[in-house]
C-alpha cells in the first residue's frame, strides 16, 4: 500500500466511531473476497521496458467510485470529496449531499451512480435529478439484488444512519421510499434499455464480472463497464475484480471503456490495472479514509500521493503498459 494511504487509513480508525469505521471497512461473509481484492496485485509485477526514449503515457487514469454516506466520515461529507477530486467523481446515490450540491462543489465532472427502483417513478426521478444537476453519466449498479450481509454491521446492529443524516437524493420522492437506507430489487436486461430510453446521458454499468455479461452489456447499447465485485460487498465467492478483469477486456473487444474497481491502493495498481487492459482505476476506500482523517486536504492528499506514485511507476516501465508486460510472481 502507498504509505500516504496507509497513515490515513490509520488517522482515520482512530478518530471514526468504530460501528461506522466498520461499515466502511467491512465486507460481506467471511470477507474473503475483500481480502482478494487487494492480494490479487501482490500475485502479479510488471516487467518493464528499456530503452524507449521519453514516450508519453496516460494522463492520470483514476476516477472516484461511489461509496455512500460520507458524512460518517467528516462533516462536510460530499461536498469535501468534491472540491477535492478534480477528476471524475461517481457520485452514490445514497450520498448524505443532494446531487446538485456535489455538482456545483465539484472541480471535475459527476457521475450518478444509480441504484434501480422498485417504484420505476422512483427511478426516473433520480434520472431526471442527476440530469437537472448537471451530471456526465449514469453509473447503474446491477450487482446487488439484495443486499450483502456484513458481519460487522450485524454484530453493532448498524442498519440505518442515525438521526440527521439521511440519504439526501431520496428526499421528496414518489411514493415512501427511505431517508436512510436504499432499497434493492432484482432487475433484467429489459430494465438498463428502458433506462437508455429515459436518458440521453451515458449509461455505464458497475459491477460486471463475467465476460458473456460485457458482451450482453455492449449489444445493449452501454457506454462503458465497471468490473467490481462491490468491493467485496456483496457475494464473498467471487473473484478478485482484478482476476476477473482480463476476460472482460478481451470479451469487450476495444469497443466501450473498461475500469476496474476494486483493492487498489498504490500507483503500481493502477499501472496493473491499465497494462490488464483497463481504461482507468476506480479507488473508494481510500478516498473515505483521506476524508475521515483531514477532510478535503485528506482526499487531495490520497489523489496526490497516487498521481505522484503511478508517474513514477509508469516512467521506469518505458512510459507505456500493455498485458505482456504483466507477469506472475513465482
Not at 163 to 185: F, K, S, V, W
Request: aromatic share 6%; hydrophobic share 50%; net charge negative.
Amino acid at each position: 500500500m502507498n504509505p500516504v494511504l496507509a497513515e490515513l487509513h490509520e488517522k482515520a480508525r482512530a478518530v471514526l466511531d468504530p460501528v461506522h469505521y466498520d461499515f466502511f471497512a467491512g465486507g460481506a461473509g467471511d470477507e474473503v473476497v475483500l481480502a482478494e481484492n487487494e492480494a490479487a496485485f501482490r500475485r502479479l509485477a510488471l516487467l518493464p521496458r528499456v530503452l524507449r526514449g521519453e514516450e508519453n503515457g496516460p494522463e492520470f487514469p483514476v476516477l472516484i467510485s461511489p461509496t455512500a454516506f460520507h458524512k460518517l466520515a467528516h462533516p462536510d461529507g460530499e461536498l469535501a470529496t468534491a472540491r477535492a477530486a478534480g477528476t471524475v467523481l461517481v457520485s452514490s446515490m445514497a450520498s448524505t449531499v443532494p446531487i446538485a450540491d456535489v455538482v456545483a462543489a465539484a472541480t471535475g465532472p459527476v457521475w450518478f451512480q444509480l441504484y434501480l427502483q422498485p417504484d420505476p417513478e422512483v427511478t426516473e426521478e433520480l434520472i431526471r435529478r442527476a440530469e437537472r444537476a448537471g451530471c456526465a453519466a449514469l453509473v447503474v449498479t446491477v450487482d446487488s439484488p439484495v443486499f450483502g450481509r456484513h458481519r460487522r454491521d450485524l454484530a453493532h446492529g448498524f442498519h440505518d444512519l442515525p438521526a440527521g443524516l439521511a440519504a439526501e437524493n431520496m428526499r421528496d420522492l414518489p411514493g415512501t421510499p427511505g431517508l436512510r437506507r436504499i432499497e434493492m430489487a432484482p432487475f433484467t436486461w429489459a430494465d438498463i434499455d428502458r433506462v437508455r430510453d429515459l436518458t440521453s446521458l451515458p449509461v455505464w454499468l458497475k459491477g460486471v464480472l463475467h465476460p458473456d455479461d460485457a458482451v450482453l452489456a455492449v449489444e445493449h447499447g452501454v457506454a462503458g463497464i465497471f468490473v467490481s465485485n462491490h468491493g467485496g460487498r456483496q457475494l464473498d465467492v467471487v473473484p478478485a475484480a482484478l482476476d476477473a478483469l482480463p476476460a472482460v477486456v478481451d470479451a469487450v473487444g476495444g469497443r466501450i471503456p473498461v475500469v476496474l474497481d476494486g483493492g487498489v491502493r498504490s500507483g503500481a495498481d493502477i499501472a496493473l490495472a491499465l497494462a490488464l487492459g483497463a481504461s482507468a482505476a476506480g479507488i473508494g476506500r481510500p478516498v473515505l479514509w483521506g476524508l475521515a482523517a483531514d477532510g478535503e486536504a485528506g482526499v487531495r492528499k490520497v489523489l496526490d500521493a497516487l498521481r505522484d506514485e503511478f508517474e513514477h511507476v509508469l516512467a521506469l516501465c518505458g512510459g507505456q503498459l500493455s498485458r505482456d508486460m504483466v507477469v506472475v510472481r513465482c
